[in-house]
């Protein structure tokens, strides 16, 4: 079944700028050049919220991992913190000096990293509400900047043509990518966190792994992409185009799967809700737009299911993490429709069983490494209580 329009949301005065679901996916919140952010409610016959604070456009729009915060960026160079309820009441950060153009809250929801036309990115606490450090190596415009799902790395994408791979902690820019024939428009991290995906105004998308610093995939299409957003297993991409087109990329196959017509006129923004059965687009035309996904729902629920498995239902595999550490998919791919020759269907088929044992095998490590990871983290967070309860026993014997 292909991806349906499902809800059609008017509201905003002026081109829709970003768009993001809340984690239970009842909220979805969007940002317009019309200065004002607007919360939707995915019931039913529900109102909406419209938030006024900013002085100018908001560019960006971010809801928090928990639900309890929005984030948005404006043209009036400050970044505002909202409480999404009736009374919308916002906190206001200042330290850029130009258009705030990105905000990204880290998976912990403790850290903000905004992107401005300053030149810099900037992290920010977000409880104590404090500007923490700046990275400030991009020499034009920075339009997005994104935390690793860990939270130990940045990317950030500017009008410099680069897009630069920071260190959270030593704050140092360890790679920067400049193969872009154009300003990168949007940029940001696959769910595994070893590769990032960029939108080009070059009308591409490209897709490269962080851990060795090289192009996986390259997808040329024929308009400026402005913003793209990775489905939650990994297995898919969405973007939106200069063209109002949306475009479903299927990542383990580098082909295009579906070309979605909705809007008139550019298509600004779009994103998947969490769980990945619904993404929302923005664009130029004032609306915002919910779609569902409709997709095998074999493609839901646990990824690290189908990592187990290596393999789905129908025999085709579900882990990019795996694909890409084969170096499968190092090839350009012209985005094309559905359709292929018998010969290539033959081809891809004996690829896929040769390929499939050693698939199965990196399937097991990265499981294994999955779980280590958790182990760790488990040790570490016992070992931090640990400490804390010898300074309290300490404390109180002083």
Avoid at 4 to 13: A, Q, T, V
Avoid at 353 to 367: K, P, R, S, Y
Wanted: aromatic fraction near 8%; hydrophobic fraction near 35%.
């Amino acid at each position: 079944e292909d991806p349906s329009l499902e809800r059609h949301f008017k509201g905003h005065r002026d081109a829709i700028t970003s768009v993001d679901f809340s984690l239970n996916k009842k909220q979805l919140a969007s940002g317009s050049m019309d200065s004002c952010l607007m919360i939707w409610s995915m019931r039913p016959q529900m109102r909406a919220y419209r938030f006024v604070g900013h002085k100018d456009a908001v560019m960006c729009v971010q809801f928090s991992p928990s639900g309890h915060l929005v984030a948005s960026g404006s043209r009036d160079k400050t970044v505002r913190l909202w409480i999404p309820n009736v009374k919308g009441e916002s906190t206001v950060f200042k330290a850029h000096t130009a258009t705030v153009r990105s905000v990204h809250f880290s998976s912990d929801g403790q850290s903000l990293v905004t992107a401005s036309d300053d030149k810099t990115v900037k992290v920010w606490t977000v409880h104590r509400q404090k500007f923490l450090f700046s990275l400030s190596q991009h020499i034009n415009w920075v339009r997005c900047a994104r935390f690793s799902p860990d939270g130990r790395l940045i990317v950030s994408a500017s009008d410099d043509k680069t897009v630069k791979l920071w260190d959270k902690t030593s704050r140092e820019c360890i790679h920067s990518f400049c193969e872009n024939g154009g300003f990168v428009n949007h940029v940001d991290f696959h769910p595994s966190g070893t590769c990032i995906a960029a939108a080009g105004a070059d009308n591409t998308v490209k897709v490269w792994d962080v851990r060795m610093n090289r192009l996986l995939q390259h997808y040329q299409g024929n308009a400026v992409v402005n913003s793209l957003s990775f489905h939650p297993s990994g297995n898919y991409l969405v973007t939106a185009s200069n063209d109002s087109t949306l475009k479903i990329l299927d990542l383990l196959e580098g082909r295009l799967l579906y070309t979605l017509h909705g809007h008139q006129g550019p298509a600004t923004c779009v994103a998947f809700s969490r769980t990945g059965d619904l993404f929302a687009s923005g664009g130029s035309d004032e609306q915002v737009m919910v779609w569902k996904t409709n997709f095998d729902a074999a493609d839901y629920g646990d990824v690290l299911k189908t990592q187990k498995s290596g393999t789905s239902m129908d025999g085709t595999h579900h882990t990019l993490q795996s694909e890409m550490d084969c170096g499968v998919h190092v090839k350009k791919t012209k985005i094309r429709d559905p359709g292929r020759s018998h010969e290539q269907q033959e081809e891809e088929i004996s690829l896929t069983n040769t390929l499939e044992h050693i698939m199965g095998q990196l399937d097991v490590l990265t499981q294994t490494v999955s779980i280590l990871e958790q182990r760790l983290t488990l040790t570490e967070d016992k070992l931090k209580e640990c400490l804390e309860n010898q300074q309290k026993i300490i404390q109180n014997k002083s």
